[in-house]
C-alpha cells in the first residue's frame, strides 16, 4: 500500500491525534499507536489515550481501502520536522513499518494490526447541543482559564460550567476563592441547558487553533467538539451542574 499527499494534509491527518496518543495515563501498548484508515479515498486518523480523542479526516488520492497502526511518537516527530511545502510526503507500508519519504529524508516507523486497537465508537449527530464561533470561543475561555482550580476534590471547580439560554452560553470558572465568568454567543443550542465543559477539552481547541464554527455535542462517555473534519473529544464528567 503506497500513497503520497501533500505536508499540509499530513499535518493536519496525524499531529494533533498523535498529540494525543502515548500518554502516560494508560499501561495499554496499542495505545502508543494511532489506528489509520483508508476506506473509498477518505482517511481517517484516530488517536487516543482513553482518556481524550482526536478524529481526523481527509479525502487522499488512494482508492486501495487500507488499514493499520502506526507509532505516534516517532511519526509526530518526522512529520513536524519538514518544513517544505512544495515536497510531498510519500508513505510506503511493509509489513510491520511504514517509510515515510520526503525529498531526500527518510524515516522507517513501526506499525502493528488493528485487532488489539480499542477503537472508539463517535457518532456525530444530526443537531449539535449548542454550536458557535471558534474565535469567540477560545478567547473567551483563555480569559478565564486563570480562576479554575487544580485538583480539587470537587470536579465541577476543575473545568468549566456552563450554561445556555436564549442562544448565550454563559462560563464559569472558580476554585472556591475567585470566579471569572466570560459569555459566548451561540449560532445554534438548545436552551436550558447546564452542565460541564471539560478543561482538557477547551485545552486542546486552544492548541489546535481551529477557525470557523465549533459544534459541540456528548454522549455518555465522552463531550466532544467538530470542527473542519475534525473530532476533539474528553471524558465526560457529570450531568450535574453546580451553580455558582
Known amino acids: 500500500m503506497n500513497f503520497s ?61 487500507y488499514e493499520i497502526c502506526i507509532e505516534a511518537k516517532k511519526l509526530n516527530t518526522v512529520i513536524s520536522s519538514f518544513t517544505d511545502e512544495s515536497k510531498s510526503l510519500k508513505f510506503q507500508f511493509d509489513e510491520d513499518k511504514v517509510i515515510v519519504k520526503h525529498g531526500r ?10 485487532d488489539s486497537y480499542p477503537i ?8 449539535f447541543q449548542f454550536s458557535c464561533d471558534a474565535e469567540s470561543f477560545k478567547s473567551a475561555i483563555s480569559g478565564i482559564f486563570y ?3 487544580n485538583n480539587d476534590v470537587r470536579p465541577f471547580l476543575n473545568h468549566i460550567n456552563f450554561s445556555i439560554n436564549s442562544h448565550q452560553m454563559k462560563l464559569y470558572t472558580s ?12 449560532e445554534n443550542s438548545v436552551d436550558d441547558l447546564k452542565g460541564i465543559l471539560p478543561f482538557k477539552l477547551a485545552e486542546m481547541l486552544l492548541q489546535a487553533q481551529p477557525d470557523g464554527t465549533l459544534g459541540f455535542f456528548f454522549d455518555d462517555s465522552h463531550f466532544y467538539c467538530s470542527t473542519g473534519g475534525t473530532v476533539y473529544g474528553s471524558n465526560f464528567l457529570i450531568k450535574v451542574f453546580f451553580g455558582i
Open 5 to 65: 499527499i501533500s505536508l499540509s494534509t499530513a499535518k493536519h491527518l496525524f499531529v494533533d491525534a498523535c498529540g494525543v496518543a502515548n500518554g502516560s495515563k494508560c499501561n495499554i501498548s496499542a495505545l502508543d499507536y494511532i489506528h489509520f484508515s483508508l476506506l473509498g479515498g477518505i482517511a481517517e486518523v484516530l488517536g487516543t489515550d482513553t482518556q481524550s480523542i482526536v478524529r481526523q479526516s481527509s479525502p487522499i488520492d488512494a482508492f486501495e481501502d
Open 120 to 127: 472508539p465508537k463517535i457518532v456525530i449527530p444530526n443537531g
Open 147 to 149: 480562576a479554575k482550580a
Open 105 to 114: 529524508s527518510r524515516a522507517s516507523i513501526a506499525t502493528m494490526p488493528c
Open 175 to 186: 476554585d472556591g476563592h475567585r470566579l471569572a465568568t466570560d459569555i459566548v454567543q451561540l
